[in-house]
């Protein structure tokens, strides 16, 4: 099994800051990875997919890098909508075995 | 637009079975791979099974361990998951998604307690 890891579990930050979250993943997933952000009492949604795609209507202060084991999501400058939890997941694994990480909170510093 | 609906959950007992529906609408559920994902407060995100568009190709999470089937009615545009011989770690909310490798649609969950 591939395991993910994130980092860190909460984030602190001002509106209008940025913030960087991390996602490793324990062997090499290529870019077969993406990024979901999920708020409170609701279901994720897609933000980024194979790594650095943004998915339909995501705002561009999104943006997602690496690849191989090192993932990178990056919000340019937090919007009051932007608070959450934020997940990684991989896709490369075969037989499907698709693996997610375990959160990053991103919380009003 | 794309929506999915997913029913079924509840309050069971451990042993028991259930069927999970998702209906969907906004587009052809047969034309899609099309996946169940559950999250409890424990162990987080965890990917449960996928149904290739075929209709015939199907993968489990080695948790499953053979108690889960996903299946599709293409008349009734509906995803199901039967789960049988319940157990209290299949606690969480299931979540019906749209997609093979990622989910680019997620119905709103149905949530599943397993207690006696």
């Known amino acids: 099994e591939i395991v993910m890891t994130q980092s860190p579990a909460t984030l602190s930050v001002s509106p209008g800051e940025r913030a960087t979250l991390s996602c490793r993943a324990s062997?090499?997933?290529?870019?077969?990875l993406a990024w979901y952000q999920q708020q409170p009492g609701q279901a994720p949604r897609l933000l980024i997919y194979?790594?650095?795609s943004r998915a339909t209507d995501i705002p561009a202060r999104f943006s997602g890098s690496g690849s191989g084991t090192e993932f990178t999501l990056t919000i340019s400058s937090l919007q009051s909508e932007d608070f959450a939890v934020y997940y990684c997941?991989?896709?490369?694994?075969?037989?499907?075995?698709?693996?997610f990480g375990h959160g990053t909170k991103v919380e009003v510093k | 637009q794309v929506q999915l609906v997913e029913s079924g959950g509840g309050v069971v007992r451990p042993g028991t079975s259930l069927r999970l529906s998702c209906a969907a609408s906004?587009?052809?559920?047969?034309?899609?791979?099309m996946q169940w994902v559950r999250q409890s407060p424990g162990k987080g995100l965890e990917w449960v099974a996928l149904?290739?568009?075929?209709?015939?190709?199907?993968f489990y999470a080695d948790s499953t361990e053979g108690r889960f089937t996903i299946s599709r009615d293409k008349s009734q545009n509906t995803l199901f998951l039967e789960i049988t011989s319940l157990r209290a770690e299949d606690t969480a909310v299931y979540y019906c998604?749209?997609?093979?490798?990622?989910?680019?649609?997620w119905g709103q969950g149905t949530p599943v307690t397993v207690s006696s």
């Open positions: 998604v749209r997609g093979v490798y990622y989910f680019d649609h």
């Open positions: 906004g587009f052809t559920l047969s034309s899609y791979g």
């Open positions: 149904l290739w568009s075929d209709g015939n190709t199907k």
């Open positions: 062997h090499s997933v290529s870019s077969n």
């Open positions: 194979d790594a650095s």
């Open positions: 997941q991989q896709y490369k694994s075969w037989p499907p075995a698709w693996t």
